[in-house]
């Protein structure tokens, strides 16, 4: 007997981190995407070299949730596993939309009438990255600067259809000399990859491993920085 998976919509609640700005209303709104087992309230703190003036910083939570170390029930969040994954990426995609419209409507009460709008970042680390470049893709969100961390754009997403959307996000790569899971070789790879696509892009790099830099991602943050 043929067992068929099948899929049905339900409604449930996602947890989402927020540093709220110091003035109001925001001026810049950051989407971070954490990486593979962290959590979202404390990936927030390594953004706290940066949360200044009228700089909100939001973090959505994947929507996977598991034990990291089951005898202190440590707990970690990813995005998504080989398992169903084409489901998984549809339904992320979706919730940062989602979550994206839902900040912005929120921001968007502060206002005085003819104000411009926040100026969106989007910052991706580690496998937070795929989720950024897949949202960027598929998504309906509004994002004017995308920042790569500590990995790469997906290996599946066609630059041919997708390259046009990741150069009009003002993309920056960022990686580690010493970034254990992202040696010298594969960021040649990637590098090479984009710019045959035709892809416009950043590069930074700073003296350390597989984590959030402050003093790089002070100037990332900086006004029209490139660090």
């Known amino acids: 007997m043929a067992v068929e998976p099948r899929h049905i919509t339900?409604?449930?609640r996602v947890r989402y981190a927020v540093l709220e700005p110091h003035e109001r209303p925001a001026t810049e709104i950051w989407f971070a995407l954490h990486g593979y087992n962290q959590l979202a309230h404390r990936f927030l703190r390594y953004f706290q070299p940066i949360h200044t003036g009228a700089r909100c910083i939001v973090a959505p939570e994947g929507l996977h949730r598991q034990y990291i170390d089951?005898?202190?029930r440590r707990v970690g969040a990813s995005?998504?596993?080989?398992e169903d994954r084409l489901t998984d990426i549809e339904d992320y995609v979706g919730y940062l939309?989602?979550?994206h419209a839902h900040i912005l409507a929120e921001e968007s009460r502060r206002r005085a009438g003819g104000s411009p709008p926040a100026r969106i970042v989007g910052l991706g680390f580690s496998q937070g990255v795929h989720t950024l470049c897949r949202w960027?893709?598929?998504?309906?969100?509004?994002?004017?600067?995308?920042?790569?961390?500590?990995?790469?754009?997906?290996?599946?997403?066609?630059l041919a259809e997708h390259g046009a959307t990741l150069s009009d996000a003002d993309l920056h790569l960022v990686v580690g000399d010493a970034d254990e899971y992202?040696?010298?070789?594969?960021?040649?790879?990637?590098e090479a990859r984009l710019r045959g696509a035709g892809v416009a892009?950043?590069?930074?790099?700073?003296?350390?491993?597989?984590?959030?830099?402050?003093?790089?991602?002070?100037?990332?943050?900086?006004?029209g920085g490139t660090g």
């Open 10 to 12: 339900i409604e449930r």
């Open 70 to 72: 089951h005898e202190s």
């Open 79 to 82: 995005w998504m596993t080989s």
């Open 97 to 99: 939309d989602r979550l």
């Open 136 to 158: 960027l893709a598929f998504g309906r969100a509004r994002i004017d600067r995308a920042v790569l961390w500590g990995s790469t754009v997906p290996p599946d997403l066609e």
């Open 182 to 190: 992202y040696d010298r070789a594969a960021v040649k790879a990637h």
């Open 201 to 223: 892009f950043t590069s930074h790099r700073y003296p350390g491993g597989h984590h959030l830099d402050a003093g790089t991602l002070r100037c990332l943050a900086e006004p």
